[in-house]
């Protein structure tokens, strides 16, 4: 296509209501002064009133003018053709790029499965459920390991949780490990900066240079220095420089040493055909204990890093029947619903934060479920021959590769003797770096220049990556630029023949043994397989989905396409800065923007999810405190209303709690509410005299969980800094506050943005996420990653002088900062403001709405103003039914949740903050009417359960399938099976599409004979 053409949007926008409503707010103008009046109120910002003068944010916001629809789709289109993207690249390092099959496209675009949420209500949620189960499966076939999750943001914060992983397995405690030299640089990198404050200590073993692996004798030698604290050896299968390790000789010695085998792999390369599978390693087979990997590159392009799939595995068998339940994050399982269906659940799940807070196993809440999804499909849809054959293909290119250019006078492979499978480093007669710019210059992306890798490098060593992408012309024209800029080949010095070039066999004992046995179903019922899977669940397009705290609000379809344009997504991260700058230039402005909105001076682009913005906000505030000199700071406050994720954080910083009888001696401690809902200051005071010099920050979540602005939050932080501790904002909430509050003058040292829920990006059935951290200038030298900087020759990379090092093993989630920028750019100066106001109008609506009928919790607070949520419980004399009906007060809210999928919505947060509390958050995305018909349908459920308490028995009644027995779930893990058949999908019994269109009383009437007739089945 013409470079000036603008391709047509693959959907017509005049279909999509809430996609061209301008800021994405379907409510009129009508619709808003309606709403407005009945809180006795004419204009947006009178609903702001109660925050302080001196926090608001100065007018206008400092952002560029919205852009009506046609102009964004062109702009960002003229955007990401500012990206060179050639069609011939050798890149990989880590991050391989392979074809797309057809069925991941056409998944993606399904939106029940792409911006449902984590399926926290499995009943509603069997679509997530099945693709996430399909893909444990997929990848327990592959790796032979039997526990695989999709909690990980990407390999190398895999490896990071696999680490703490070992040390709990270790019975004696330890929590030293050896990590090989040969893992990815971009992860240990990681590594550093996650465990640096943390009770885990590492050493890394340098390779041979001369073989580009660890000698085994070398590492034994200094694993037997530290046998007495050793907990694991981490080592990866092929590594950053192409070689393949000695997978069986490294198992072997980590469990000759009773210490975990850890292995980091790339899944692709597993095929029948391939490299051998984890669960196999080691000469009895018995096979490694903890795998780590990538797998975005089997299902979607680079997007210049972002989003990742971080494998994470476990054995779970007869010899590992409880290692699972030291893993992190949560895994899907078989389970029953109450008649005997089949079914899935999570499972393992009460390790989480929200239930263990600072006990928690990991901080991870969003996680990377829908990459998780696409990869399943990705696998299905290549089945046994097809996945097979994209591994072969990356090895034929390479040898094939290998075996033309190491005839080139001066070429030579850098390990002659080593074994390597799809990508090799070479040797080079002259700079690699040179060669890489040539390259460019004539249309290629070479390599990538390892030299830096290699001691006694002259910077000449290039890594060539291969995949199924490359047809043999491109192998052709490979050689011909090598030609072109070394010479021919030299008639005297080099083979005769291309074939006679040797190169190192892989021995066998490195080969798989055994087909992987993917199925091959056919590609027709995989897409109807996978249609029908979504449909199981519901989407926020369709109508209110009012889960508190977790924003579920519109995203727009042109971010989808936006995010998807070849010229975002196809784009390398080792890509020539030149080659990148359409995409620099959008993390630049992503910078500025949110400046802009936060009132902050500095901001990271880099972290990938709210709970990992909280850690690098906690890593910071170590580092600052150690440039001090103030290493004694080993108490973070938290109040007790906090997500778990908080506490979960500071513990995997480094600030374990440590308690004497109720005494919190260190870590973390919790501050009280006070009656107003929001923090007590004399708590607060008295904590800071009971701590003093040893706070070494507080995290507040503003607005606060209970929907409450913190109207004291410039106090507590002039309080906090008067101590020398500093102030972490959980931004979960900013769609309360985008543009109105100035966080600089709040006194926040550094807040996270969840991507996901304020600025649109689908959620994804779990993921994955994305986050934007700004920070005070006390702040800004110890920032994670690389700073955008604009200079006078384009846009270049900057490391902050005293950065606490990557978070990431590239940019964060590029193709959610895409998705952000486009939603930005639709927004504008006027926009942020406007969607947060509406967003709080709507939370304000419903609840005067509702206040009548239900108690506001806390229940000291009725009167506070609530900004963009809200709790809400049942009136005693409900609870009072309810228990004669033998419902008690506890299990009630539960119960009462799942009514809300009767009516074909999704059910509010059930019992966060408050045990017996239902947390509304309606977001500005819904119309008046949309309002207006949630509400009854609520008080619906209220006069329904009055009336007939034992409904509370049997809901729900329309999904497809009953209540889910978790209990047993949790009981009998079943986390993989072999895949032969295609599983059934139950339909809905009646679907919310249907529900939609019934009155609220049809469906009431609907629910009662359903209630009936379970409750007779069961006598
Ligand atoms: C208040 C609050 N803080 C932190 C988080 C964690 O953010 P993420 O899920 O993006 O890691 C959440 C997530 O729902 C939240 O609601």
Known sequence: MNQTT???????????????????????????????????????????????????????????????????????????????VPDMAFLGDGLPHYKVPDLVPFVAGLRELMTAYTPYQPERSQGTLMTQWLYQCCLAMLTGFEAINASQYDRATSLVEALYTAARLSRQGRTHFLLLGSLWPQDLEVVRTLLEGTRLTYDVVPIDPARGTVPLAALEQQATVKADTLAGIAFPQVGSLGCLEDVDGLTDLAHRLGVRAIVVTDPMLLATGGLKAPGTFGQEGEGADILVGEAQHLAIPPHYGGPGLGVFGMRYNAAHQQDMRQAPGRFVGDAQDEAGRPAKVMVLSTREQHIRRHKATSNICTNQGFVATLTAAAILARGEQGIQEACARGRTNATTAARALLRLPGVRLAFPDTPFWNAFVLALPCSSAAMIETARQRGIHLGVDVSSRLPGSTGNHLLLSFSDLQEPAHLERLTEVFVEMLGAPDPAGAPAHATTVTLPEVPTAYLRREPVGLPSWD?????????????????????????????????????????????????????????????????????????????????TTQPVAGAQGELVGLKMFQAYHRSRGETQRDVVLIPHSAHGTNPATATMAGFETVQRGAETLSGVVEIHAGSNGQIDLDHLRQLLTRYRGRIAGIMITNPNTSGVFETRFQEIAALMHAEGGLVYMDGANMNAIAGWVDLGALGVDAVHNNNHKTWTIPHGGGGPGDAIVAVSARLAPFLPGVQVVRTAHGYALEHPSQSIGSVHRHFGNMGHKI???TYLRALGRQGVRRMSAVAVLAARYLHQRLKGHFPTLPRETPDSPRMHEFIITLPEATFEKLEAAGISRTRAIGPFGKLFLDFGYHAPTVSFPEAQGLMIEPTESYTKAELDRFADAIIMMLQLVNEQPTILHTVPHFTPVDRIDDVSANKHVVVSARLTTMPPVLPNRIAPDQLAQMPLEAIAEAIRAASAAKLQDKQ
């Open 6 to 84: 603008i391709p047509p949007l693959p959907y017509n926008p005049k279909a999509l209501p809430r996609e061209t409503a301008r800021h994405y707010i379907p409510a009129t103008a009508q619709d808003i002064q309606a709403m407005l009046g009945s809180l006795g109120l004419s204009q947006l910002d009178e609903l702001l009133q109660h925050i302080p003068a001196s926090v608001r944010m100065a007018e206008p916001l400092a952002l560029p003018e919205e852009l009506s629809y046609e102009a964004l789709y062109r702009h960002v289109v003229e955007q990401s053709r500012k990206n060179c």
């Open 523 to 603: 590609g027709e019922q995989l897409r109807t397989f996978f249609a029908s899977l979504s449909e199981q669940n519901i989407s926020p397009d369709r109508t209110c989905y009012p889960l508190g705290s977790c924003t579920m609000k519109y995203n727009p379809y042109i971010n989808e396409v936006a995010a998807s344009l070849p010229g975002f997504a196809q784009l390398h991260p080792d890509a020539p800065l030149a080659d990148a700058q359409g995409t620099l230039e959008v993390l630049y402005n992503l910078q500025e923007y949110f400046k802009a909105i936060t009132g902050l001076p500095a901001v």
């Open 819 to 821: 998705r952000a920028y």
